[in-house]
């Protein structure tokens, strides 16, 4: 079990090697508390809670990765695949896509004239590629 206790807690993980799909979303639950709900191919999956900051790599399943509603400053890198990332309402997020055609959520940006409060962006890759995204 990986429990973060109180205070903001980063999980850092790599699951680069796997070529199945890898599935991790964070949820706050009550307080300050977190739960993740998570999927590792026929891997076993760790019981993951009270960690609010995400530092993953994965591998080249079609690969989702989400922190919800959630805050703080990530570190996402997905590999090939078409993949899913979605860094949560604020903070200093840093993804990498990899190969393939990847879709990154931003959500609740804190300047909303300047852009929708959803932003929707669909990135292809030709090459490797990073993406920074800055959420101010």
């Given amino acids: 079990m990986i429990d973060g206790g109180v205070?903001?807690?980063?999980?850092?993980?790599?699951f680069s090697a796997l070529t199945s799909t890898v599935s991790v979303t964070l949820t706050a639950t009550t307080g300050a508390n977190t739960g993740a709900a998570i999927s590792l191919g026929s891997l076993p999956v760790p019981t993951v809670k009270n960690v609010e900051k995400l530092n993953l790599s994965t591998g080249s399943g079609n690969d989702s990765i989400s922190v919800g509603t959630l805050a703080y400053n990530d570190n996402v890198s997905t590999g090939s695949g078409t993949d899913t990332i979605n860094v949560g309402t604020g903070g200093s997020d840093y993804v990498n896509g990899g190969d393939g055609v990847d879709l990154g959520y931003l959500t609740g940006l804190s300047r909303p004239e300047l852009l929708p409060s959803t932003?929707?962006?669909?990135?292809?890759r030709i090459s490797r590629g990073v993406l920074s995204i800055l959420i101010m």
């Fill in 119 to 124: 932003l929707i962006m669909m990135i292809t």
């Fill in 7 to 14: 205070g903001i807690d980063t999980w850092k993980d790599d």
